[in-house]
């Protein structure tokens, strides 16, 4: 019997946040609760994106949205935060979509 973790088709077919992304971003959404502004959060992963959804209140749709998608032609790997299911913002690099993320801490408040 194989179990989940060694199953290497499992593995490579979906696209994940690596541990220093998690971090980076678990630390602003902690943030965020110390604060009173967030109450809960989602984690979706599929084959060419990873979700990670902040909400303010459990039973309302995410206030906020950062994706990681894999770009398929240039196997290039996208940031995209979306506010309160507004434009998307692109970035290239974690630290660039977290900055943002952090000034809008500021201004939920």
């Known amino acids: 019997m194989l179990s989940v973790s060694s199953d290497k088709r ?6 994940f946040f690596s541990k220093y992304e998690l971090q980076k971003i678990l630390s602003c959404y ?8 967030w109450k809960d959060y989602a984690i ?14 459990a039973s309302a749709s995410p206030y906020f949205i950062l994706t990681k998608s894999n ?12 506010i309160n299911n507004a434009k998307k913002n ?4 974690i630290d660039d979509l977290l900055i943002i993320l952090k000034r809008s801490q500021f201004k939920i408040f």
Do not use: P
Not at 10 to 15: A, E, T, V, Y
Not at 44 to 57: C, I, P, S, T
């Open 30 to 37: 902690s943030i965020g609760v110390s604060r009173g502004s």
């Open 10 to 15: 499992f593995n490579n077919s979906k696209l």
């Open 71 to 82: 770009k398929i032609n240039k196997n290039k790997i996208l940031f995209k935060l979306q």
């Open 90 to 93: 692109i970035f290239s690099h």
């Open 44 to 57: 979706n992963f599929n084959k060419n994106e990873a979700n990670f959804y902040m909400y303010k209140h």
